[in-house]
């Protein structure tokens, strides 16, 4: 079965963006192999915020083109966004569903609250973190409200020369 990989930037201190949903402190790091990465994905599983984020830019437009783009939102037009599976309701069985179709992984891409909600339905299956030596203060936290302890075991840890660190686990099944 297909993993949901929930790989994201992170500062220090635990926030995803600053207060006004930017990202412009996450340093370059040009040591990081992201095509290595790319090469296992073949899915982007988003929630509507970061989808219009990542349409806004160049990169991400190119990121979101080049694979299968799954939407979750309750707002979004699919008219208005062909080439894009928009998921507004039973989002648990569309995500369980998504995972037992046969190709590489998921990556569940920016948004917070979706990954809050997936990990406590046990759908995602790694977390990945790329810890940046920032410290932010406010922002939007990585995982708002989670309900309960979701156990993880450490797969992997790289240190970067910009001072990031990747950190990947693996979510642990009960």
Same mark, same amino acid.
Request: proline residues 5%; hydrophobic residues 45%.
């Given at each position: 079965?297909?993993?949901?990989?929930?790989?994201?930037?992170?500062?220090?201190?635990?926030?995803?963006?600053?207060?006004?949903?930017?990202?412009?402190?996450?340093?370059?790091?040009p040591s990081v192999d992201f095509g290595a990465y790319l090469a296992k994905?073949?899915?982007?599983?988003? %929630?509507?915020?970061?989808?219009?984020?990542?349409?806004?830019?160049?990169?991400?437009?190119?990121?979101?083109?080049?694979?299968?783009?799954?939407?979750?939102?309750?707002?979004?037009?699919?008219?208005?966004?062909?080439?894009?599976?928009?998921?507004?309701?039973?989002?648990?069985?569309?995500?369980?569903?998504? $995972?037992?179709? #046969?190709?590489?992984?998921?990556?569940?891409? /920016?948004?917070?609250?979706?990954?809050?909600?997936?990990?406590?339905? /046990?759908?995602?299956?790694?977390?990945?973190?790329?810890?940046?030596?920032?410290?932010?203060?406010?922002?939007?936290?990585?995982?708002?409200?989670?309900? %309960?302890?979701? $156990?993880?075991?450490?797969?992997?840890? #790289?240190?970067?020369?910009?001072?990031?660190?990747?950190?990947?686990?693996?979510?642990?099944?009960?």
């Amino acid at each position: 079965m297909r993993r949901i990989r929930y790989s994201v930037a992170m500062s220090l201190d635990g926030f995803i963006a600053d207060e006004t949903g930017g990202y412009d402190w996450i340093p370059a790091e040009p040591s990081v192999d992201f095509g290595a990465y790319l090469a296992k994905i073949d899915t982007l599983l988003m %929630g509507r915020l970061t989808y219009e984020t990542a349409v806004s830019t160049d990169e991400g437009a190119a990121l979101l083109g080049a694979r299968r783009v799954v939407v979750v939102s309750t707002t979004m037009d699919p008219e208005n966004h062909p080439g894009v599976e928009v998921v507004s309701a039973s989002v648990e069985s569309a995500v369980t569903a998504l $995972k037992a179709n #046969e190709g590489r992984d998921i990556w569940l891409f /920016g948004g917070g609250r979706l990954f809050r909600s997936l990990l406590e339905a /046990g759908l995602v299956d790694r977390v990945e973190f790329a810890i940046m030596p920032i410290l932010l203060g406010a922002g939007i936290p990585v995982l708002p409200g989670l309900d %309960g302890i979701v $156990k993880l075991e450490l797969h992997s840890s #790289e240190l970067f020369p910009s001072g990031m660190a990747l950190m990947k686990y693996d979510v642990v099944r009960a």
